[in-house]
């Protein structure tokens, strides 16, 4: 009985431990170029871009089948109650005299004939091609053809957009981690102080008051670390619903410090031609200048030859069968005084585009001119930082050094370890906050 009761402790541990050891495996840690490709494969907008440029291409198929001929097939079937007669009335022909010198009447009796049958049916099929709308027609499928560059630049758009939200919230993660660092020497120094301060207060040598400063800054230091718990939290909250990976299985992976080389300013200005805004509002304007054209064609008038056969039983004064072809002229008069205000309308539309266009080139040189200044002070921050640094290190070695010959506090030390970790997260959030600047100068150019 006892082994029994021992075999399930033993079996329950193994479960349990197992389980653990799922979840704690369950955990992976992401790199800044998994988290992109995740959100590119699972982002609903961008796959809502997708369906649209489907939807796009299919109108694009359907329009392009207007411009052959339309075939169209019609039927009837009718009964009619009441026929129609035709009476003949005796010598409505007139009368020849016969041999025996009488005059006969033709006809000689009044007649009736029944026209037309009881059941009547017919069918008939008819082709219609388009002449004079051809032109039209091929400016349509142009136009089609603008809204799936328009719907891809869109997405592209989106994409960069979800790339450059992606980049800053992993960035910002990895600086809010480094500065809890910084905190936690921080809060370490002041624990450190107030215990220093309560043996001196004990040995009274300082008053209460001291200590209640130092309580202060420990409320602090901890207030702060909190803070940036939470911030922590929020980053990874946006990264696990932009990237479709769950909070709790997120973990950031450190990234390289790589260092781009930067070209001259209008070398970036003159690849700012590549920006989905400014590629979306050029096309923009081709849609108007279409547009303009499609009113001029609208004068036009439809002319389309159209040919047929038909089938009918049951009127004896239309053909049982019939073939047929010929030309089709339809011509709204109306439309030659309203496509004038359309025509305005459409001018109007170009007009507007071209200034668009124009607006976004100044903005886009004012963006890509900051950002790019941007990088540079970047740099210049991150020379300084090092700087930082290297005294802070000198610095605590020297403490180092004091601590081996047992000539300074416990205290000097933290408070140099503290300074260094405040310089090194410095370093470290200057070396991140170039690479953001960096991804937002190749977002401008649309790299």
């Given at each position: 009985m006892k082994l029994n009761i021992k075999s399930k402790i033993l079996l329950l541990l193994v479960l349990l431990m197992n389980a653990f050891g799922l979840k704690a495996q369950s955990k992976q840690a992401y790199s800044l170029q998994q988290l992109i490709e995740s959100a590119m494969k699972t982002n609903q907008l961008l796959t809502i871009k997708d369906w649209q440029i489907l939807e796009k291409k299919s109108k694009?198929?359907?329009?392009?089948?207007?411009?052959?001929?339309?075939?169209?097939?019609?039927?009837?079937?009718?009964?009619?109650?009441?026929?129609?007669?035709?009476?003949?009335?005796?010598?409505?022909?007139?009368?020849?005299?016969?041999?025996?010198?009488?005059?006969?009447?033709?006809?000689?009796?009044?007649?009736?004939?029944?026209?037309?049958?009881?059941?009547?049916?017919?069918?008939?099929?008819?082709?219609?091609?388009?002449?004079?709308?051809?032109?039209?027609?091929?400016?349509?499928?142009?136009?089609?053809?603008?809204?799936?560059?328009?719907?891809?630049?869109?997405?592209?758009?989106?994409?960069?957009?979800?790339?450059?939200?992606?980049?800053?919230?992993?960035y910002g993660v990895l600086i809010v981690q480094k500065k809890t660092e910084e905190s936690k020497a921080k809060l370490a120094l002041a624990k450190a102080k107030l215990y220093d301060a309560e043996g001196a207060l004990n040995a009274g040598k300082i008053i209460s008051t001291s200590i209640a400063g130092l309580q202060a800054s420990i409320a602090e230091e901890e207030q702060n670390s909190m803070k940036l718990t939470m911030q922590v939290q929020d980053y990874l909250s946006d990264?696990?619903?932009?990237?479709?990976?769950?909070?709790?299985?997120?973990?950031?992976?450190?990234?390289?410090?790589?260092?781009?080389?930067?070209?001259v300013l209008d070398e970036y200005k003159a690849d700012a031609a590549a920006n989905p805004d400014l590629q979306i509002a050029e096309i923009t304007k081709e849609k108007a200048l279409l547009g303009v054209k499609a009113v001029q064609q609208s004068n036009i008038p439809d002319v389309g030859a159209v040919a047929g056969y038909s089938y009918q039983?049951?009127?004896?004064?239309?053909?049982?069968?019939?073939?047929?072809?010929?030309?089709?002229?339809?011509?709204?008069?109306?439309d030659l005084f309203t496509n004038k205000e359309v025509m305005n309308q459409r001018t109007f539309q170009v007009k507007q585009a071209e200034e668009n266009i124009s607006y976004l080139?100044?903005?886009?040189?004012?963006?890509?001119?900051?950002?790019?200044?941007?990088?540079?002070?970047?740099?210049?921050?991150?020379?300084?930082?090092?700087?930082?640094?290297?005294?802070?290190?000198?610095?605590?070695?020297?403490?180092?050094?004091?601590?081996?010959?047992?000539?300074?506090?416990?205290?000097?030390?933290?408070?140099?370890?503290?300074?260094?970790?405040?310089?090194?997260?410095?370093?470290?959030?200057?070396?991140?906050?170039?690479?953001?600047?960096?991804?937002?100068?190749?977002?401008?150019?649309?790299?």
């Open positions: 694009l198929r359907e329009d392009n089948i207007r411009k052959y001929p339309a075939a169209s097939l019609d039927g009837n079937y009718q009964y009619n109650f009441k026929l129609a007669e035709l009476s003949i009335p005796a010598g409505v022909l007139g009368s020849v005299t016969t041999n025996t010198g009488t005059e006969q009447l033709l006809p000689q009796e009044s007649s009736k004939f029944t026209l037309g049958e009881r059941h009547t049916y017919g069918m008939g099929l008819s082709v219609y091609q388009p002449i004079s709308q051809q032109g039209k027609i091929k400016t349509g499928l142009d136009l089609n053809r603008l809204d799936i560059r328009l719907t891809e630049k869109e997405k592209l758009k989106a994409s960069q957009q979800l790339r450059l939200s992606i980049e800053k919230l992993y990264l696990s619903y932009l990237s479709n990976i769950k909070t709790d299985s997120l973990i950031i992976n450190d990234t390289d410090l790589r260092s781009e080389s930067l070209k039983y049951g009127n004896p004064i239309l053909p049982t069968v019939n073939f047929f072809v010929g030309l089709n002229l339809k011509w709204n008069l109306q080139k100044n903005q886009l040189n004012s963006e890509v001119e900051k950002t790019w200044r941007k990088v540079n002070q970047s740099k210049i921050l991150i020379g300084v930082a090092q700087k930082v640094v290297k005294y802070r290190n000198n610095a605590l070695k020297e403490q180092q050094d004091k601590s081996a010959s047992g000539m300074n506090i416990n205290t000097e030390m933290l408070e140099a370890q503290a300074q260094l970790a405040q310089a090194e997260a410095d370093l470290y959030a200057a070396d991140l906050s170039y690479l953001v600047a960096v991804a937002e100068l190749n977002n401008l150019i649309g790299k």
